[in-house]
Nanobody
């Protein structure tokens, strides 16, 4: 099994910054794309940013130019640097990864973290 644990959420004023981290652990054979999603109260979960194994990235239009996703493959960790935060960025942020465990090397599954709360005050 693969476990994802997020950290770095909190309360920040509008215009401020936060850096989220998500570390993967367990019986990891390989990790492909790593993603950050978020879910605000009463809204559907949405994809915020994606990064491939070679570092190619994609962002939701709402965060382009403000958020930066990066990863450290040696540490099996993905980061989300969030700058110029807005109240509408308030949500629970979830880490997601496509990965295979050592017990099922050729079976790719999507794993989720437990989420970390980000609250931006106006």
């Amino acid at each position: 099994q693969v476990q994802l644990v997020e950290s770095g959420g909190g309360l920040v004023q509008a215009g401020g910054s936060l850096r989220l981290s998500c570390a993967a652990s367990g019986s990891i054979f390989r990790i492909n794309d790593m993603n950050w999603y978020r879910q605000a109260p009463g809204k559907q979960r949405e994809l915020v940013a994606t990064i491939t194994t070679v570092g190619s990235t994609n962002y939701a239009d709402s965060v382009k130019g403000r958020f930066t996703i990066s990863r450290d493959n040696a540490k099996n960790t993905v980061y989300l640097q969030m700058n110029s935060l807005r109240p509408e960025d308030t949500a629970v942020y979830y880490c997601n990864a496509e990965a295979a465990s050592t017990k099922n090397r050729y079976v790719l599954m999507y794993y989720w973290g437990q989420g970390t709360q980000v609250t931006v005050s106006s």
